[in-house]
């Protein structure tokens, strides 16, 4: 991790994401600029977290160690993404259980979590910033837990469908083996997916890079309305 000692840096990621409307200025004010490299660790799994953070740029990956030593992937998140919002309301000083690591530069605005314990605990739309952030969260594990029963190629579909409602039509892939693993399908599974829906004029794949071309074409693979 690297401290970057850059205000006008830190100012704009502020204005950009509008944050001085749903953080306390005394908050903001502690909050410092970090760097990573690709493949570092925010945070590690069974390790403490005490640290709060607010992802600015770049995408991280969220995933734990399953028993039988395979590393699950469970979330990618991007800007504006929170990070530790969980620990705010523990009770218990529970080990971190899920491993949060950079899959390419990224830069966080962070400060020590009982910062925004303390500031932010009784603001009313510091509380509100963290809820819409909790409930989005939820609401895709509940949309991961609902795609058990579904096929790859209907999962890829969702996934894509969902990228692009995020990002536009165009838009990187994450890691083949990190995505498949996301998924719930074999990385062999998913790239015949992919292929497929490239020779059917549904996308456009070109080494990470994907461009949506039929939406609705990629949407009747789902039970999604288009």
Same mark, same amino acid.
């Given at each position: 991790?690297?401290?970057?000692? #850059?205000? #006008?840096?830190?100012?704009?990621?502020?204005?950009?994401?509008?944050?001085?409307?749903?953080?306390?200025?005394?908050?903001?004010?502690?909050?410092?600029?970090?760097?990573?490299?690709?493949?570092?660790?925010?945070?590690?799994?069974?390790?403490?977290?005490?640290?709060?953070?607010?992802?600015?740029?770049?995408?991280?990956?969220?995933?734990?160690?399953? &028993? $039988?030593?395979?590393?699950?992937?469970?979330?990618?998140?991007?800007?504006?993404?929170?990070?530790?919002?969980?620990?705010?309301?523990?009770?218990?000083?529970?080990?971190?259980?899920?491993?949060?690591?950079?899959?390419?530069?990224?830069?966080?605005?962070?400060?020590?979590?009982?910062?925004?314990?303390?500031?932010?605990?009784?603001? &009313?739309?510091?509380?509100?910033?963290?809820?819409?952030?909790?409930?989005?969260?939820?609401?895709?594990?509940?949309?991961?837990?609902?795609?058990?029963?579904?096929?790859?190629?209907?999962?890829?579909?969702?996934?894509?469908?969902?990228?692009?409602?995020?990002?536009?039509?165009?838009?990187?892939?994450?890691?083949?083996?990190?995505?498949?693993?996301?998924?719930?399908?074999?990385?062999?599974?998913? $790239?015949?997916?992919?292929?497929?829906?490239?020779?059917?004029?549904?996308?456009?794949?070109?080494?990470?890079?994907?461009?949506?071309?039929?939406?609705?074409?990629?949407?009747?693979?789902? #039970?999604?309305?288009?």
């Amino acid at each position: 991790m690297k401290r970057l000692f #850059d205000n #006008d840096k830190k100012a704009e990621a502020i204005n950009r994401f509008a944050l001085a409307q749903s953080i306390p200025h005394e908050l903001l004010a502690l909050f410092e600029l970090w760097e990573y490299e690709k493949g570092a660790y925010l945070c590690r799994e069974g390790e403490k977290s005490e640290t709060f953070f607010l992802l600015v740029e770049g995408k991280l990956q969220i995933g734990y160690l399953h &028993p $039988n030593g395979h590393q699950v992937i469970f979330a990618f998140e991007s800007p504006l993404s929170v990070i530790g919002e969980f620990e705010l309301f523990k009770e218990s000083d529970r080990a971190n259980n899920v491993n949060v690591k950079a899959v390419e530069p990224v830069l966080v605005l962070a400060t020590p979590a009982e910062n925004a314990l303390r500031l932010g605990s009784n603001d &009313p739309a510091f509380l509100r910033f963290l809820l819409r952030y909790l409930a989005r969260k939820i609401d895709f594990s509940s949309t991961m837990l609902s795609q058990v029963s579904l096929s790859a190629e209907a999962r890829v579909a969702r996934y894509l469908i969902g990228r692009m409602g995020s990002e536009g039509s165009m838009f990187e892939l994450e890691r083949r083996e990190a995505l498949a693993g996301l998924l719930g399908i074999s990385m062999r599974h998913l $790239n015949r997916t992919l292929s497929k829906m490239a020779l059917q004029n549904l996308i456009f794949v070109k080494n990470k890079r994907v461009q949506i071309i039929n939406q609705k074409g990629l949407s009747a693979l789902t #039970d999604m309305p288009f």
